[in-house]
C-alpha cells in the first residue's frame, strides 16, 4: 500500500473513475508492519449512483500493530467510505501512520513490537514467493482435462467436453468479474452431483502446489423455507443466530477457489435464489452476520454449478428430434426455454454461463460404473476389489432393472448383497487385492497364477499340438 500514501492527484482521480466502472484489484500490495503475511491484494470499489467507495483486502492476515482501524479492516476484509475522497484520506493518514510505525495515538512503538519487526523469527524473504499471490492463474490442457474427468464419470462426454472448455478460460483468468456459473440438467442419478465433487478432485490435482480447488455441495430440498437465508450467509444482528455459521459464507472465506454445488436448485425458496444473483453478477456476496462491518466475501474464482431434473425428458426429447446434442447454441436455447417454462426463474436462468445436458445412461455404461461402484464399496470396508467377476455384475444389474433413477439406487443394491462378503473377508483380515465372485457371492484374495505371466514357450515340437490351457481370466 505504499504506492498509495504517496499516490499523486492525477493517479488518484484515474483509480476513482476505474473503480466506478469495476472492482479494481492490485496484487501483492505491502502491508503495515505487524501483518503476516505481509502481502496481500487490495480491490478499490465506487458506486455510480452514490460515489460510495470501498477498500477490500485479502482476509486473514494475523495483526500484531496496535492501530484498532487497521485491525477491523484486515479482520473485515472491506471498509466501507462516504466517498472516495475519504477513502483516499484514511488511506494517507491511518495507513500512513501504521508504515511510519506509529500507534493511534501518535506514539512510537514499544520495544517488544520494535524487536519483533527487527528480528523475525522466520525468513519471511523466503515466504514471500511462495504467497504474493494466491490467485495466480491456473493454465489447463483442456484435453486433458477432459480425458481426467471421463475417467471417473462414465458415459457423459459431450457435458464433460463443455466443462472442460468452460474450466480451462475460467482457471486461466487472472482477474475474473464473476464466477463461473454452470447447469447440469438431466435424469436423475445419470451423474451430474458426482461431476462436481470429481471436478474439485481433479483441480487438486492440477493446483496441487496452492491447495487448489475445495468442494461444497448444498442440498436445496433443506433450503425450501425463506428462513433458510441465514443458513447461507449468516442471520443479522438481533436475529436468531447471529455469529453462528454460515456454510456458504464460511466456506468461500476459507477458500475462494471453492466448486459450490447447488443440488436440485428447483426446490430452493426465491429468497435463496435472490441471495446468489448478485454474487453472479458482481463475484461477491454479503453477509449481515457482521452488523456495521459491511462485510462481503468474494467469489470471483469460485464455480457455481446447478443441478436439476426438472422438466429433463422434454428437454432430452426435443434435443433427440432436433439431433442437437453437442450443438451448444440449440442445447442452450432449449434448455433455456423449458427450464423458463418449468418454473426456474429468469433471472437465474439468464445467469447462467453454460448448460450440461446429461444423458441416460447406456446399458454397457451402468455395467462399467457398477464395477467401479463394487470397488468404491469394498474401499469403506477397507479392501482393494482388485476383480470382479462378471457373472456379480450381470447379477446385480438383473436385480436393479429399473433405470427410472439412473445408477443411485445400485449402490444400495451393492451393499445389500455384497456387504456381507466384504465385512468377513475385513473381519479375516484378507490382505491384498481381493476378488468378488458369485453368485453365490465371495470374496477372497486375488492372486495370478504364475504361469499367467509366463511367455508362451516356441518350440517346434510343439507344432500341431493344442494351446496349453494357463488358467487365466
Not at 480491490?43 to 460510495?52: L, M, N
Not at 426446490?267 to 456495521?292: E, W
Request: aromatic share 6%; charged share 25%; with cysteine.
Amino acid at each position: 500500500m505504499r504506492q498509495f500514501i504517496s499516490g499523486s492527484e492525477p493517479a488518484y482521480t484515474a483509480l476513482e473513475n476505474r473503480a466506478r466502472t469495476a472492482c479494481i484489484r492490485f496484487q501483492g500490495e505491502d502491508m503495515p508492519p505487524g501483518c503476516s503475511p505481509h502481502v496481500a491484494d487490495v480491490g478499490f470499489e465506487v458506486d455510480r449512483a452514490t460515489g460510495a467507495a470501498k477498500l477490500y483486502v485479502t482476509t486473514g492476515i494475523n495483526y500484531r500493530g496496535n492501530d484498532p482501524a487497521v485491525r477491523e479492516w484486515l479482520t473485515a476484509g472491506v471498509k466501507q467510505f462516504r466517498s472516495f475522497t475519504n477513502l483516499r484520506r484514511w488511506i494517507q493518514e491511518t495507513l500512513g501512520r501504521a508504515f511510519n510505525g506509529m500507534a493511534a495515538n501518535g506514539t512510537e512503538p514499544n520495544a517488544a513490537e520494535t524487536r519483533d519487526r527487527a528480528a523475525p523469527i522466520t525468513d519471511m524473504s523466503a515466504i514471500h514467493g511462495a504467497i504474493r499471490d494466491l490467485y495466480r492463474p491456473l493454465y489447463l490442457d483442456e484435453d486433458k482435462l477432459f480425458a481426467r474427468l471421463r475417467e471417473r464419470v462414465l458415459g457423459q462426454d459431450a457435458a464433460l467436453k463443455g466443462l472442460a472448455a468452460v474450466m480451462q478460460r475460467h482457471c486461466a483468468r487472472r482477474s475474473p468479474s464473476r464466477p463461473a456459473v454452470l447447469f447440469a440438467v438431466g435424469p436423475s442419478g445419470v451423474g451430474k452431483t458426482r461431476t462436481a465433487d470429481v471436478l474439485a478432485q481433479v483441480l487438486r490435482e492440477f493446483d496441487s502446489q496452492n491447495n487448489g480447488y475445495q468442494f461444497l455441495r448444498l442440498d436445496m430440498t433443506e433450503y425450501q423455507e425463506a428462513h433458510r437465508v441465514s443458513q447461507l450467509i449468516g442471520a443479522p444482528q438481533g436475529y436468531v443466530g447471529h455469529g453462528e455459521g454460515s456454510q456458504l459464507i464460511d466456506a468461500l472465506r476459507a477458500n475462494p477457489k471453492t466448486i459450490v454445488l447447488f443440488d436440485e436448485i428447483e426446490k430452493a425458496h426465491p429468497a435463496i435464489l435472490r441471495v446468489l444473483m448478485n454474487a453472479m453478477d458482481a463475484g461477491r456476496l454479503s453477509t449481515a452476520s457482521h452488523a456495521g462491518s459491511g462485510r462481503e466475501v468474494d467469489c470471483r474464482h469460485a464455480i457455481f454449478m446447478f443441478t436439476s431434473n426438472l422438466d429433463a425428458k422434454s428437454i432430452l426429447d426435443e434435443l433427440e428430434s432436433r439431433e442437437a446434442f453437442g450443438e451448444r447454441s440449440i442445447e442452450d436455447e432449449v434448455c433455456r426455454r423449458r427450464l423458463h417454462a418449468a418454473g426456474i426463474p429468469p433471472e437465474i436462468i439468464g445467469r447462467i454461463g453454460r448448460f450440461l445436458v446429461y444423458r441416460p445412461l447406456s446399458p454397457d455404461t451402468r455395467a462399467e460404473i457398477m464395477a467401479m461402484a463394487i470397488a468404491e464399496v469394498g474401499q469403506e470396508y477397507g479392501l482393494n476389489v482388485a476383480y470382479v467377476e462378471p457373472s456379480v455384475i450381470i447379477d446385480l444389474m438383473q436385480k436393479t432393472r429399473s433405470t427410472a433413477f439412473g445408477v443411485r439406487p445400485e449402490r444400495y443394491m451393492i451393499d445389500d448383497c455384497l456387504g456381507g462378503v466384504f465385512a468377513t473377508a475385513a473381519e479375516t483380515n484378507v490382505s491384498g487385492p481381493v476378488r468378488v465372485a458369485g453368485p453365490p457371492f465371495e470374496c477372497a484374495a486375488h492372486e495370478l497364477t504364475e504361469h499367467a505371466a509366463e511367455v508362451p514357450h516356441e518350440s517346434g515340437d510343439d507344432e500341431g499340438t493344442e494351446p496349453r490351457d494357463t488358467g487365466g481370466d
